[in-house]
């Protein structure tokens, strides 16, 4: 196949995933300049799971960590030596699992993880207690038992579909998930959550925009990182789901060495919002294993925001938030920070609740 053939077939998504760089040989022969740190690089991918798609992997300039792309993919040796936070599950989801593959944080919303599989690991994912992991994803009966727990529930509106990502499951399977949640009258949205449009362009087929539209109204959240994730191939699957009609968020999360820059951020958000993506969050980073070297002092993170709020018009600027595991997301916002030092951050959350959150030292 041409290269062009490859991003424009219809199965042009799966033979990205059979082609993925899943070991570290692999790796090396993409990037021979990393033969010299081999063994870092296994033993990194060793805890924590490598694939990225070649697409991806060819965003990649330089093999170096002060690369962006490279430094969201590539598995880093600095992961193992970062044992200071061992949480795999920051957000306390096991502990909000009322059903398996279902978690419930907030009175009105459930969230899904359909799947354990992505189209590219995540160097800083904040559910690596679920990502890569296992073989299968929720089994039929899982699902089946997960939507007579929403049919049960009739204060639940909003059901997101997540993972790992679901949109690497095929579309037979994906329709057979959305008509069983669309069967269900109290369900008013269906959100998918997927960063497909970044690593894996491709899967946004015709045929999966026909399919998505059939269960409207679908929202779709994605997760660009970095402006340089905005190709001329992911604008276009942007654009088909755009013309569909279908609402776009973006998930962003705020990462050293990546877009905690004012330039970078500014650049990334007047460009989602061209692409009609709405930047919705910037996540603070989580206390998850493995990615301290991705954590930016939270008064580093509320004065780029104040810049970029004299920059940008509001339909470009997320909220910048903290996940925490009992009070759901907070604003970091200075009336929900009770105080802020150079060790701890204290917050109050939307309803009085109280969370710290340890600033990188
Ligand atoms: C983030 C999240 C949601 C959605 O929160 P919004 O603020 O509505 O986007 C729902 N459920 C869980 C478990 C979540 O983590």
Not at 93 to 117: I, N, S, W
Not at 287 to 307: C, I, W
Not at 343 to 355: C, M, P, S, T, V
Request: charged share 20%.
């Amino acid at each position: 196949m041409s290269v062009a053939a490859r991003h424009a077939h219809p199965a042009a998504w799966r033979w990205q995933l059979r082609h993925r760089i899943l070991s570290v040989a692999q790796l090396i022969a993409h990037l021979p300049a990393l033969r010299a740190q081999s063994a870092g690089l296994a033993a990194a991918a060793e805890q924590f799971p490598l694939a990225i798609t070649p697409y991806y992997a060819g965003l990649i300039r330089r093999a170096d960590d002060a690369d962006p792309i490279f430094r969201l993919a590539v598995p880093q040796a600095v992961e193992l030596a970062e044992q200071q936070y061992q949480s795999l599950d920051p957000m306390g989801e096991a502990r909000h699992t009322p059903v398996p593959g279902l978690v419930r944080r907030y009175r009105d919303r459930a969230l899904l993880l359909v799947t354990p599989h992505c189209a590219t690991y995540c160097r800083h994912c904040d559910r690596k207690r679920v990502a890569g992991r296992g073989t299968g994803g929720m089994t039929t009966a899982q699902f089946q038992r997960a939507v007579a727990w929403i049919r049960r529930h009739r204060e639940i509106r909003d059901v997101i579909l997540s993972g790992g990502d679901p949109l690497t499951l095929g579309d037979a399977a994906l329709a057979r998930m959305l008509a069983a949640l669309r069967a269900l009258p109290h369900v008013e949205i269906i959100r998918v959550h997927t960063r497909t449009p970044v690593t894996l362009p491709q899967r946004i087929t015709p045929a999966l925009v026909k399919l998505l539209r059939r269960f409207q109204p679908l929202w779709l959240n994605t997760q660009f990182n970095h402006p340089r994730e905005l190709t001329p191939q992911a604008c276009a699957a942007l654009a088909r789901l755009a013309d569909a009609g279908l609402p776009l968020g973006n998930q962003s999360v705020l990462l050293r060495g990546v877009n905690d820059a004012v330039e970078v951020l500014e650049e990334l958000f007047r460009g989602l919002v061209r692409n009609r993506v709405r930047p919705y969050y910037l996540f603070q980073c989580e206390l998850v294993r493995g990615a301290e070297h991705f954590r930016v002092p939270t008064r580093r993170g509320l004065a780029l925001m104040a810049e970029l709020r004299r920059r940008l018009s509001l339909m470009a600027l997320p909220t910048f938030v903290l996940d925490t595991p009992d009070a759901g997301k907070i604003p970091l916002t200075t009336g929900h920070i009770l105080a802020s030092g150079n060790k701890q951050l204290k917050l109050r959350g939307l309803h009085g609740e109280i969370a710290t959150y340890p600033e990188p030292q």
